[in-house]
């Protein structure tokens, strides 16, 4: 099945900047610019929901940042790609004057670590341009040695050939004074060549509790210093529920992560629009459905991703007309939905026991379109002429919740018979097998 959610590969970064399809590379620009020009916040939260494209914006924020840096290990002809981008599109000004790195750190990756410090400094080294797979100097005093000596009148290339062999890891915890340790690390062998360093933290939010309240509180005691920036890529409402599970429902979460953020930034919007032309999908109708399922559910983009894989592989293998073309643009999309949202609600939907996501979905002028194909000869869409409650005989206007309610029915609760076998709503005709139809292409597997 084609996948709409693409993995965070530097060559799937390089695409999605070269065509921009959530138009978010001005906000790229912006936060590089940010990161650049500033001298003092020590660490960012880069707030957005789950699924709302976090770890793709920081790792593109992060090739930016190192495609100009030659102690980064970017592959340099991704380097050289993002560069020429850069140079001729209107929104990447000034990001090739930067002299910065940036490192990309995913937490919960590191989860089942011991010490967060430690898996942090060793991710730092394995993507810096270092070569070094350990040291071979018996303790981590003479490698900080050896290299303040050596790094004034040779390369750091030179410097590493020479340290190999030796655990980094083991070094470090035997070593007695870890801050000093920490901070010499940094200053001796990175600040030569950069004017600072980036790193994004991501996926923090998703860690056990402990590991994340260790790694924050970690990092503010060991890395303080005004050529590092910390990016937090979270979701600030999901973290504080992880401090609340640590240290308990009444801990006020809020405040005590404001002490670890100097920002607070909020993911932008993607150009929702932009992302709809670039499905590429078979039938506009679709994506006006997808545009107000969208709406309706608040969906992530993620989520859509999914509903949006579903609907691609079903219109590529099937060219449905009349009534299964109806069930399956208005029904069975937001059958996936409910499946990805609320596994409760869906279950009960398709088992004719709550039709209101049905009413909620189409109550608007796009649900007013789809009644309109449901109304029978004699029959008006419109507002209905009631007295005390009680509707006129003499009214041939049906509302769009009346014309809902006998769709939900039709198909999901309605018990057929030999002699009452199809229920006729405006040009379609449903039977006991629509509620199938539908069920078995939800399903996955008769498509």
């Known amino acids: ?55 793709f914006f920081v790792k593109q924020c992060a090739l930016l940042i190192n495609a100009k840096n030659s102690l980064s290990n970017i592959d340099k002809d991704i380097a050289q790609s ?78 590493i050939s020479s340290l190999k062999e030796c655990d980094f890891l083991d070094v470090i915890r035997k070593h007695e004074d870890l801050e000093t340790t920490i901070k010499a690390f940094f200053e001796e062998i990175l600040f030569e060549k950069v004017e600072r360093l980036i790193v994004f933290v991501d996926e923090l939010d998703r860690c056990r509790p402990s590991f994340a309240i260790r790694l924050l509180e970690r990092i503010e005691h060991y890395f303080i210093n005004d050529r590092i920036t910390f990016v937090f890529s979270v979701n600030l409402e999901q973290l504080q529920h992880t401090i609340k599970n640590f240290y308990g429902n009444d801990f006020d979460a809020c405040r005590y992560l404001d002490r670890f953020f100097d920002l607070r930034i909020s993911l932008p919007q993607v150009n929702m629009e932009k992302y709809y032309y670039s499905l590429n999908l078979f039938d506009n109708w679709i994506v006006d459905v997808l545009k107000n399922i969208q709406k309706n559910f608040n969906l992530s983009l993620r989520e859509l991703c999914k509903i949006n894989d579903v609907v691609y592989e079903v219109c590529l293998k099937n060219s449905y007309t009349g009534i299964q073309d109806f069930m399956f643009k ?49 029959e008006e869409l419109g507002d209905l002429i009631t007295i005390n409650g009680a509707r006129l005989e003499s009214n041939e206007k049906v509302s769009r919740e009346e014309k809902l309610e006998e769709l939900y029915e039709a198909i999901f609760t309605k018990n057929y018979t030999v002699h009452d076998y199809v229920t006729k709503l405006g040009e379609f005709g449903f039977t006991e097998d629509s509620r199938k139809f539908i069920l078995d292409i939800e399903s996955l597997l008769r498509l």
């Open 1 to 55: 099945m084609k996948k709409s959610v693409l993995l965070p590969t530097d060559e799937n970064l390089l695409l999605t900047i070269k065509e921009d399809a959530l138009d978010r590379n001005a906000d790229l620009n912006s936060f590089c610019q940010l990161l650049s020009h500033q001298d003092s916040i020590n660490s960012i939260a880069l707030d957005g929901r789950w699924g709302s494209g976090k770890t």
């Open 82 to 159: 993002i560069l020429e981008v850069a140079k001729q599109s209107n929104s990447f000004k000034g990001i090739q004057d930067n002299n910065l790195l940036a490192v990309y750190f995913d937490a919960w990756e590191n989860d089942s670590e011991e010490d967060p410090v430690l898996s942090l400094i060793y991710r730092i080294v394995q993507q810096l341009d270092l070569k070094m797979s350990g040291f071979d100097l018996q303790n981590l005093a003479h490698v900080l040695g050896t290299i303040a000596d050596a790094i004034t009148d040779r390369p750091i290339s030179n410097v």
């Open 330 to 378: 208005y029904i069975v999309t937001l059958c996936l939905a409910l499946k990805i949202t609320d596994i409760s609600l869906h279950d009960d939907f398709i088992n004719g026991k709550n039709d209101q996501p049905l009413l909620d979905l189409y109550d608007n002028d796009f649900g007013d379109s789809i009644c309109a194909m449901l109304l029978n000869n004699d």
